[in-house]
């Protein structure tokens, strides 16, 4: 009988700090121990799988993902607690166990099976096919250490998911080959997926998750702030995005940017809040995009803020700059001139003055 | 329960065991005292032989891959070290240049082993690092690969030894035959040097500079190429007290034709003694913190 069960584990790293470095909560990360000199990577974790069971782990840079999965796979001893497996796991992390970059790929896939706990003649026998999987041509004869990042994730990919294991675990960086492997992987992926009792796979994509679990762990700072089933805590993490957004740093709003995105492209609306962070940030990149300046005033109208006048006046002058003969956007920006051109800074005046001349009287 | 039937319930590499291997329940960290976790592992280590086996083998076709002739640059480099030696010790040591030549080549050959399971044995857990946070595994097969890469380097520069036999012109005889327990046990002293040095070296890296700075003085303390007779009777004890030279010599001196003396098979099995038992017990005790020294 497959299982894996965590009872109150931590994960928690020795380091050197130096005197005087105070305790901050940094956005990213565990916590920061100065006075025991540990950084507790995860904390109190407890939870229990069983045959059948998908787990999808989510969570921001640095919440304990990947750290998780090195401690289901037992790489990791939890520093307190205890965590239980039966099963024969198979890991596909950014290590691969065995590798060495002088070693040609063939040899490195053999000494991969071998550490998985492939017999030789098992290995023997499934080498074409998983050449074959990897669509590596001559070059599954050349070291590895002449590889791109693609191809050694091909390689990774293909060994790793030629061992029928009973418990998979996957760290994300499918997303590392291209398209068309991609395809292929998640196909692999699918299959494998249904032959192995246990999945645990950790990602930054809501949409691979959602499809691949029926229950899901969201990480914060080491800790497991929820668990459910996907779709629960997909609403979960939107949340809290939306809140690390709201402290308006270049990186959380990337993250709502990465999400919203992601959603649109599913044909999913993003919630209003969420995609006026998205574009926030996409405005930061191309600041001259008229339509995503109007979608961005009308995202702040829907939700009943108040529009500043200094975006009013950026959209404004965007739209003009395509089609100056918009004299109701003109007199607006009249209205805003005379009004409170206080609160502009100098330059959007400016600017905002000599579009009005320009259309003139 | 005896050592071979923990090794029996071990995670099992062979796919026909694959069935019994997954009902095996693993609980971490590792339950039990510090002896009952490493000897569990050592039975572990011993299971997953074709692992090691071939790393190590496969290891020394991958360091000399760029290279010409291969390992037999470290036979070649043995050569030239013994005929500089030969010709210019030989003369200030006053000593027979044929004797000499044998007696250099014997020594260097078995110090060559010896001094790899410390100076590379530095390094061996660092190295395997890739494998250590992908997967549970019993960090005594690295130490186990590496034994078996000195051996298989310790082969090549065999080679040399048998050419300055013929060469000479001398047959060491009868004796020659207790060079194979001698090889036997310095190999198995080798499996807790290499781990012992290789899990101290992961906590402390300072310890790898150090320890091949160590090993450099050791190579001039220790009777190697010169004979143990020309420290005198005052300063005999530098070499008598000395475990390096023991594990030398139980080796040497067969394959120079002399039965090594009972005291140095003592001393060698004295040191395998307590040094597993002290590497064991460590190894037993700081396991599960390992994976968090990379």
Known sequence: MTRLSLENAWVEFPVNLRRGLRSVMSRTGGAIDTERSVVTALREISFELREGDRLGLMGHNGAGKSTMLRLLSGAYPPTRGRITSVGRISTLFNTTPGLNPDGTGRENLYSFGLHMGLSRRKILAKMEEIIDFAELGDYIDLPVRIYSSGMMTRLGFSIATAVEPEILLLDEGLATGDAQFAQKAQKKLNDLIERSSILVIASHSEALLASMCNRCLLLEHGRVVSDGPAQTLLETYRASVIEAAQADDAASLHRAYVLATEMARRGERPPLELEEQGLRYALTIAPDDAGMWQRYVSVLAAQKKPVPPQIETRMILNVLANDPSRTDLTDRLRIILAGNSGELPDELRERAASAVELTGV | ?294
């Open chain 2, 1 to 294: 329960m005896t050592f071979w039937k923990l090794a029996a319930k071990s995670p099992i590499m062979a796919e026909e065991m694959n069935t019994k291997a997954s009902t095996k329940e693993v609980v971490l960290p590792s339950p039990g005292g510090p002896f009952a976790v490493s000897l569990n592992e050592l039975a572990e280590a011993i299971h997953m032989a074709p692992v090691w086996l071939h790393a190590g083998w496969i290891d020394v076709i991958w360091r000399f891959r760029r290279t010409r002739i291969g390992a037999f640059w470290h036979t070649l480099s043995l050569a030239a070290f013994v005929v500089v030696m030969g010709v210019i010790w030989g003369s200030i040591l006053h000593q027979d240049p044929y004797q000499y030549f044998r007696y250099v080549t014997a020594s260097m050959i078995v110090w060559g082993l010896i001094a790899s399971f410390i100076t590379e044995g530095a390094g061996i857990m660092v190295a395997g690092q890739s494998t250590a946070l992908s997967m549970r595994f019993p960090f005594i097969a690295f130490a186990f690969a590496h034994v078996w890469r000195s051996l298989l380097m310790f082969c090549h520069q065999f080679v040399f030894y048998i050419v300055v036999m013929v060469g000479t012109w001398y047959s060491p005889g009868w004796a020659v035959f207790y060079a194979i327990p001698g090889l036997l046990l310095i190999m198995m002293n080798g499996v807790w040097m290499s781990l012992f040095i290789g899990m101290m070296c992961l906590r402390v890296r300072d310890l790898i500079p150090a320890t091949a700075s160590a090993m450099q003085i050791a190579i001039f303390v220790t009777p190697v190429f010169w004979p143990k007779d020309m420290l005198g009777p005052n300063l005999a004890f530098a070499a008598d007290f000395n475990p390096l030279y023991h594990l030398v010599r139980i080796m040497r001196d067969p394959l120079l034709g002399i039965v090594p003396p009972l005291v140095s098979w003592l001393w060698v099995l004295a040191t395998l003694v307590v040094g597993s038992t002290i590497t064991l017990w460590v190894y037993g005790k700081q396991r599960d913190r390992m994976p968090y020294w990379y």
